[in-house]
């Protein structure tokens, strides 16, 4: 069974930075797209970023562009999600996502969410 799992979660204040990690604990994710998604409460999942199976294009939502950043690791099988001058709005759940096609058109595989809180 695919799985990812991710890291890096937890509280900050505004204006703070933290990094999500997520690998996959069996299959590897070398040719997949991977995107990291959100959700706060009481509102629908959105995608924030994704970087296809190369690594060398990547996109952002209008919300997070400058502040966040999606990179893959040398071995491109974990994908990160640095983000920075985090916000109040920024809270919500973030869930690593993987498309086999390996262009970001689809992602059938998803992670348990990690929570990301940020105070005012």
């Known amino acids: 069974q695919v799985q990812l799992v991710e890291s890096g979660g937890g509280s900050v204040q505004a204006g703070g930075s933290l990094r999500l990690s997520c690998a996959p604990s069996?299959?590897?994710?070398?040719?997949?797209?991977m995107a990291w998604f959100r959700q706060a409460p009481g509102k629908e999942r959105d995608i924030v970023a994704s970087?296809?199976?190369?690594?060398?294009?990547?996109h952002y939502a209008d919300s997070v562009k400058g502040r966040f950043t999606i990179s893959r690791g040398n071995t491109k099988n974990t994908v990160y999600l640095q983000m920075n001058s985090l916000k109040p709005e920024d809270t919500a759940v973030y869930y690593c996502?993987?498309?086999?096609?390996?262009?970001?058109?689809?992602?059938?595989?998803w992670g348990q969410g990690t929570q990301v809180t940020v105070s005012s």
């Open positions: 970087i296809i199976r190369t690594g060398d294009t990547t």
């Open positions: 996502a993987a498309d086999p096609t390996g262009w970001g058109t689809n992602y059938p595989y």
């Open positions: 069996r299959r590897t994710f070398t040719t997949y797209a």
